[in-house]
């Protein structure tokens, strides 16, 4: 099997071309800029996502069985800053793709599948808690409506033949997330307080729940909907919400430091202009379709994104 990525510098697209090269797929990958440790990838193509025409070239060049989409501006914050080059990136883009690879099965007689990395952000202003594939498409951000347009998009062209999945993904973490994160700016934070390189820790709103999970299992189920027999949309989720202040505690928690709220300092610099409500999903069709459920738990994952920066602070890499 042969799979395309974008996106594979990210988080999600690093793990997911380990897991393809271990399962025996050949993995290319289109990026602006180099990705995963170059053993595991056959060829790099270099591009963006938003060149309709790389992405025709790359797509026929590659002639992929699968294309995973996991490219695109991926801060809801920096989404306010540029709400058009996210729509661009993040929605028309996914379109372009989708053609590319309607065309390449229009041309090869050959089936190619495409799995959409799309967010529980189009929920937005959600009706309900918890949020299945049925809740209603609600966006509340410049990112949470580019990924809404992407997601119809998918829907759009699974109804013209194409095996299309969309992974309506709720937070998802691990120590690949980069420091921009609020996730990784915690455990980054509380590892140099931990090494006495720091005293305080500057947040934003600490009462904002998600839902929060580990990114190799999301992938693991990225996986899973590229080798369904039938396409559809899966909500993937722990079913679980904690608070900004939960994952500032269980972090501190971590290093052993109970009193944790004499580190922390808020700031309404680090506020978003509207942040969503209550984000929990309900991942049952994925276990119930795809098998997958979730294996590292929250104070887990915590946990190892705070050894991991200890240990970065340790060798003089942070």
């Not at 996730?183 to 590892?191: S, W």
Request: proline content about 5%; charged content about 25%; some cysteine.
């Amino acid at each position: 099997m042969r799979a395309l990525i974008t996106g594979s510098k990210g988080q999600d697209g690093s793990y997911l071309a380990e897991l393809l090269h271990s399962r025996g797929w050949e993995v290319h990958t289109l990026d602006r800029a180099p990705g995963p440790d170059v053993e595991i990838i056959s060829r790099r193509h270099a591009g963006s996502v938003d060149d309709v025409e790389t992405v025709d070239r790359v797509v026929a060049m590659a002639d992929p069985d699968c294309i995973f989409n996991l490219a695109g501006m991926s801060s809801v914050a920096d989404s306010w800053a540029d709400p058009v080059a996210t729509a661009r990136t993040n929605g028309v883009a996914v379109v372009a793709l989708l053609q590319a690879a309607l065309r390449q099965q229009e041309s090869t007689g050959r089936p190619v599948r495409f799995v959409q990395a799309s967010s529980a952000e189009i929920f937005g202003a959600a009706e309900r808690v918890p949020q299945d594939e049925t809740t209603a498409i609600r966006p509340t951000s410049p990112y949470g409506a580019s990924k809404a347009f992407a997601h119809s998009s998918v829907g759009v062209s699974r109804s013209r033949g194409v095996h299309a999945s969309s992974a309506i993904l709720f937070n998802h973490e691990s120590p690949r997330r980069p420091l921009k994160f609020v996730t990784r700016k915690i455990t980054n934070g509380v590892a140099r307080i931990a090494s006495g390189e720091a005293f305080t820790l500057s947040l934003g709103n600490l009462d904002a729940e998600r839902d929060w999970g580990w990114a190799p299992d999301y992938v693991d189920a990225l996986l899973r909907m590229a080798e369904a027999d039938r396409p559809d949309d899966y909500v993937i989720a722990t079913g679980v919400s904690r608070s900004v202040r939960d994952f500032v505690r269980t972090a501190f928690a971590a290093v052993g430091i109970a009193e944790w709220e004499r580190h922390v300092t808020t700031d309404p610099s680090h506020l978003r202009p509207v942040d969503a409500p209550v984000l929990r999903g309900d991942a049952g069709r994925a276990r119930r379709v795809l098998g997958w459920s979730p294996t590292v738990t929250f104070e887990q994952m915590v946990e190892r994104m705070v050894h991991h920066d200890l240990e970065l602070i340790a060798r003089g890499d942070a």
